[in-house]
């Protein structure tokens, strides 16, 4: 069992910045590929981003390309979301997910996720 941790969240003006974090419990996590998705009020829960279980590859949605970064730390079991020139269009519920693919790459489909963080709210206000 996986257990994810989110912080990181909060209130931000437009054009401003944040960074995301999320904590894994699993000794393995470093084989993992792990994704970032967020859901808006009344909305279904989207892709963000994905990286592989080294760091070596990732995939952004279209529309957080060029302003958020998605990168890991193994050693921390840390996920990390860079997220800079915020618009108020990304204010969401961000979730981190896990993949039990051991070695595996990120993907976009939600259910391909099998651990999942509790969410932290990132608001952005115009």
């Known amino acids: 069992q996986v257990q994810l941790v989110e912080s990181g969240g909060g209130l931000v003006q437009a054009g401003g910045s944040l960074r995301l974090s999320c904590v894994a419990s699993?000794?393995?996590?470093?084989?993992?590929?792990m994704g970032w998705f967020r859901q808006a009020p009344g909305k279904e829960r989207e892709f963000v981003a994905a990286i592989n279980w080294s760091g070596g590859d990732t995939d952004y949605t279209d529309s957080v390309k060029g302003r958020f970064t998605i990168s890991r730390d193994n050693v921390k079991n840390t996920v990390y979301l860079q997220m800079n020139s915020l618009k108020p269009e990304d204010t969401a519920v961000y979730y981190c997910?896990?993949?039990?693919?051991?070695?595996?790459?990120?993907?976009?489909?939600?259910?391909?996720?099998?651990?999942w963080g509790q969410g932290t709210q990132v608001t952005v206000s115009s």
């Open positions: 699993a000794r393995t996590f470093n084989r993992y590929p």
């Open positions: 997910a896990a993949k039990s693919t051991l070695y595996g790459v990120g993907t976009r489909n939600r259910r391909d996720y099998d651990y």
